[in-house]
């Protein structure tokens, strides 16, 4: 098949609310305000962690759920809270997956989550803010900051559902939450991404 076929074929195929261009709009002050949940299939944490100062490691979790109060008008006025089941870590290393699930790393056991619940909101740009909040992990409950911006808002064209999303990032010590394994052969500092989309509610 000629190229210009071939693309003219896939084209075809796109549904007519995709062809026409990225639904979700960058500009906070056009987000709807209100109540929202996790859309957890497009939601991801990713976390980073210096592997005997040779490489970074990586893993992800998913399956996240929490809420958002959204007010764009006012933005200290919002509220967001996630939880993240941690037996969902997954670092494409099945075997190391496991170990991570055991006791002597998150012990999912005896801590099955993680959970973050903001306490403060500040503006920090047009689409910036700071988030405050009580990260509880390991057992342990302590205050985190994620330096968070908006991605852009707007109906998904396949779930046709109200959406808006989110970048944060933030870096804590997982010693200060009780997790020493291996300290500092397998870093202490540990960077985390997180990549969230809400959907009307």
Do not use: C
Request: hydrophobic share 45%; charged share 15%.
């Amino acid at each position: 098949m000629r190229p210009v076929l071939a693309a003219a074929a896939l084209f075809a195929l796109v549904p007519p609310a995709l062809a026409q261009g990225v639904p979700g709009n960058p500009d906070p002050a056009a987000a709807h305000a209100g109540s929202y949940v996790v859309e957890p299939n497009h939601t991801r944490v990713q976390f980073t962690v210096s592997h005997m100062g040779f490489t970074e490691w990586y893993g992800d979790f998913t399956g996240v759920s929490g809420t958002l109060a959204l007010d764009p008008a006012h933005p200290a006025a919002s509220r967001v809270a996630v939880t993240i089941p941690v037996a969902s870590v997954s670092t494409t290393n099945a075997r190391l997956d496991e170990e991570l699930k055991s006791a002597p790393w998150f012990d999912v056991a005896s801590w099955p989550e993680i959970r973050f619940v903001s306490t403060a909101i500040t503006p920090t740009g047009p689409n910036s803010a700071r988030i405050t909040g009580a990260l509880t992990f390991h057992g342990v409950t302590r205050p985190v900051v994620l330096q968070a911006s908006f991605m852009g808002g707007g109906v998904n064209p396949l779930s046709k559902a109200y959406t808006v999303g989110f970048n944060a990032s933030t870096t804590i010590r997982r010693s200060d939450f009780g997790m020493k394994t291996y300290v500092p052969m397998i870093g202490d500092e540990v960077a985390i991404r997180i990549s969230a989309a809400f959907e009307a509610h």
